[in-house]
């Protein structure tokens, strides 16, 4: 068989993979084509001595994706082939953009685009689904509806924080809805997204300190962190992936303190039966006890629980 007859035949099993695994994929068949032949080319790059990079693929509409709000250059690639243009596209800040009825181009950034975060936001900016090769390995495939994650063996999907945010808004009524989409943000694809468990206790009316049911004895100070400037994401980030038990967050957004152990009563012991981990059981027993906060829990595998009265919060 050719090279080309071998790629048609991945494309078509991966076509039915993504048909299987319910993972989104464009109507337009000829923006599918170009999803699926820059997917397969990230599960089977050029592999030069023995080592195959990192890469990184734009697929958008028939509109060039230009509307990015940042430093960004579009090279005038001219007659150069897409093999050439693919050996540039490291994924992080270089990309190749595959837009339907018009030229393949080479985009860069001034900053990497490499996690998460970043290719979410890159997503929402520009409309196009972001196809990265990872350092490890994995492929990621960021749209607008969610993200899915191919490891080598299978794949795995979640939805947009933003999506998330929609779904929890109305467990919390009052709440500041840029703060829960920030929070969200953070605990999907900042906690979630880098495997760091962690407990995020949220007061809606004040200052957390405050709370009921709080063990302060192994608890440690931080300078303050505002989460309603994701500048701020990356300390607390750091910080949760040094501290057991939980982080505090105020009415404003305010983080002062983490390490805080979350006590229960003993009607919370009794009425709320052990779900998954330590961490999980004490945060919906906290919640049942002190009905002014909402504690979000990441575990150590990426998922999230938003615990409210006691109560798992449908994410979707």
Excluded at 33 to 58: S, V
Excluded at 99 to 121: I, K, Q, W, Y
Excluded at 209 to 220: D, M, T
Aim: with cysteine; aromatic share 6%; net charge neutral.
């Amino acid at each position: 068989m050719s090279d080309s007859e071998v790629s048609a035949g991945r494309v078509q099993r991966l076509r039915h993979e993504l048909r299987d695994e319910q993972i989104w994929a464009p109507a337009d068949p000829e923006l599918a084509d170009l999803l699926f032949a820059e997917l397969d080319y990230a599960r089977h790059p050029h592999a030069h001595e023995g080592t195959a990079p990192r890469y990184g693929a734009l697929i958008a509409p028939r509109e060039r994706p230009t509307t990015i709000v940042e430093p960004v250059s579009f090279i005038d690639v001219g007659t150069v082939p897409l093999a050439v243009l693919r050996r540039l596209a490291d994924g992080r800040s270089s990309f190749v953009v595959r837009a339907v009825g018009s030229g393949d181009r080479l985009v860069c950034f001034d900053r990497t685009r490499e996690f998460e975060s970043s290719a979410v936001h890159l997503a929402l900016a520009t409309g196009a689904f972001v196809v990265q090769r990872l350092g490890q390995g994995w492929v990621r495939l960021t749209t607008l509806d969610g993200i899915a994650t191919w490891d080598g063996i299978r794949w795995a999907k979640k939805p947009l924080s933003v999506r998330i945010a929609e779904r929890i808004a109305p467990a919390l009524p009052g709440a500041d809805p840029v703060l829960l989409a920030n929070l969200v943000e953070f605990s999907t694809h900042w906690l979630g997204a880098g495997r760091v468990g962690a407990a995020i206790v949220w007061r809606l009316d004040g200052d957390a300190r405050e709370l009921g049911g709080l063990g302060f004895g192994s608890a440690v100070e931080i300078p303050p962190l505002d989460l309603t400037d994701r500048i701020h994401f990356a300390p607390l980030l750091n910080a949760l992936s040094q501290y057991d038990r939980a982080a505090l967050v105020d009415a404003n957004g305010c983080v002062v303190v983490v390490g805080v152990h979350l006590q229960s009563s003993e009607r919370s012991r009794h009425d709320i039966e052990p779900f998954r981990g330590t961490r999980h059981t004490s945060a919906l027993r906290f919640s049942a006890d002190v009905p002014n906060a909402a504690v979000f829990v990441v575990s150590s595998g990426g998922a999230l629980t938003v615990a409210r009265h006691g109560r798992r919060v449908d994410i979707g």
